[in-house]
């Protein structure tokens, strides 16, 4: 018998780890995708009770799936319509032979892969659904995350983002949208789609739009490893390598991103020293192969970005004026308001703290980044920079009581201490 606490911290262990893989072998199994999820649910709570009965399984991913599994078929052996199904499922169920997650490479569908989650991947980014509905589903069933969380992450009301996630599995079974990565003649239609998930399942992993902690290490985890999937698919794609060379790029600094009590690090005040030198390395060297083919993209330029910071000695050699002009060339590619936000950073860092305030007064005149925590929090960093400690707090005061996760608040409120006390 397991304590309450060994339990729901190795439940939710599982959750990070396993979510995307259970969800994504019942909809295999069931094709159907709010069956998936209700039934990966079910077994996620079962498991606080029965774990803690029983204690925690050796292999708790296998535990979950095979639960989930039964319960999704039990519901479909109780349907009247769902005859049909059952013998479907019963089929897919049967002894499929040895099958290694991590390898996938080997006997699947006319792709040739027979990774579940890369399945679920392109399933979820076929182009006849929208690209915000594409970008949505995904993170609801690859990354686990909930309507409220992708709603934040998009900047829109939780009841549009529910009605999105309606939207996108009706159009997948009513239009019989096939579960598989497409052939190899198929696959540049949906690389936009598919990059831009990865980058957003990776951001969410990376800086966590709310809970205790700032990251959530196996998103980032799962992202680079969907990414690397990928590189191998599509070797050719300048793009597809640049999103991996970012991913390391950024990865490469996670150890040294909050302190020993789980506080945040500023970027400047990390320990160069602790960075994943190998990453970094590997990230540079798929960089310069993708500049290499002359078909510059979004992805790439900000894994140049990244390497701006991850290459530079210390802090105060980083070429700020070199990361300003790319956000500059960025912005031709992405014409968003928080790429034009983080040139404002930059700008200032160049150029000094009044064009990079000059910048961000314009960003609020307008409504793109309305209730977007970072926006007061650029204000604050730049104003306290120039020793304007006033302004600065009153500006951290309206960060935080925007911002949702705790680490970044913990933050927040320590900066508007100092800047009140100066």
């Known amino acids: 018998m397991s ?25 295999r199994v069931t094709g159907d995708w709010d069956l998936a999820e209700e039934c990966a649910q079910d077994a996620f709570a079962q498991a606080l009770e029965r774990w803690r009965r029983d204690g925690v399984p050796g292999r708790p991913g296998a535990w979950l799936t095979t639960t989930a599994r039964n319960r999704a078929l039990d519901v479909l052996r109780r349907a009247a319509v769902g005859a049909r199904k059952l013998r479907e499922a019963a089929v897919l169920a049967r002894d499929e032979g040895p099958y290694d997650p991590y390898d996938p490479f080997g006997e699947g569908d006319d792709s040739g892969v027979a990774d579940d989650r890369l399945r679920l991947l392109f399933t979820c980014c076929h182009p006849a659904l929208p690209i915000e509905a594409r970008v949505a589903l995904t993170l609801r069933t690859l990354a686990g995350l909930t ?36 052939p190899a003649h198929l696959l540049p ?47 050719d794609e300048p793009e597809v390598v640049g ?15 909050v302190d020993a009590a789980g506080d945040l690090v500023t970027l400047e005040e990390q320990d160069r020293t602790a960075w994943d030198r190998a990453e970094i390395d590997e990230g540079a060297a798929l960089l310069d192969g993708a500049l290499r083919r ?31 002009g ?25 150029e000094g703290g009044e064009a ?67």
Not at 3 to 18: G, I, L
Not at 329 to 350: D, H, I, K
Request: charged share 25%; proline share 4%; glycine share 6%.
């Open 243 to 257: 999103l991996l060379a970012l991913l390391l790029l950024h990865d490469a600094r996670r150890d040294t991103r």
């Open 189 to 235: 239609e949906r690389t936009t789609g598919v990059l831009g998930v990865l980058y957003l399942l990776f951001n969410e992993g990376y800086a966590a739009t709310a809970g205790d902690g700032l990251m959530r290490t196996g998103l980032c985890a799962e992202a680079i490893r969907l990414a690397r999937l990928l590189a191998r698919l599509m070797p």
């Open 294 to 324: 002359g078909r510059p993209g979004p992805y790439q330029i900000q894994a140049a970005i990244a390497a701006c910071h991850t290459t530079a000695p210390a802090a105060a050699d980083t070429d700020w004026a070199d990361i300003a």
């Open 356 to 422: 990079g305030l000059a910048l961000v007064a314009e960003l609020a005149a307008e409504d793109g980044l309305t209730g977007y925590h970072l926006l007061p929090a650029t204000r604050a960093d730049l104003l306290r920079r120039m020793g304007r400690t006033r302004e600065a707090a009153e500006s951290y005061a309206q960060a935080l009581e925007l911002a949702e996760n705790a680490a970044e608040r913990r933050f927040l409120a320590k900066r508007l201490a100092e800047c009140r006390s100066a």
């Open 147 to 182: 309507t409220p969380e992708i709603a934040r992450a998009f900047l829109v009301p939780e009841a549009t983002m529910a009605q999105r996630l309606v939207r996108a599995k009706r159009k997948i079974r009513n239009a019989g949208i096939p579960y598989r990565v497409p």
């Open 326 to 350: 790319l956000y500059g060339e960025l912005q031709r590619y992405v014409p968003s308001p928080v790429v034009r936000l983080n040139r404002a950073v930059a700008v200032g860092m160049a």
């Open 3 to 27: 304590t309450t606490d060994e339990v729901e911290a190795a439940v939710a262990t599982a959750f990070r780890e396993e979510w995307a893989q259970v969800v994504a072998t019942l909809i």
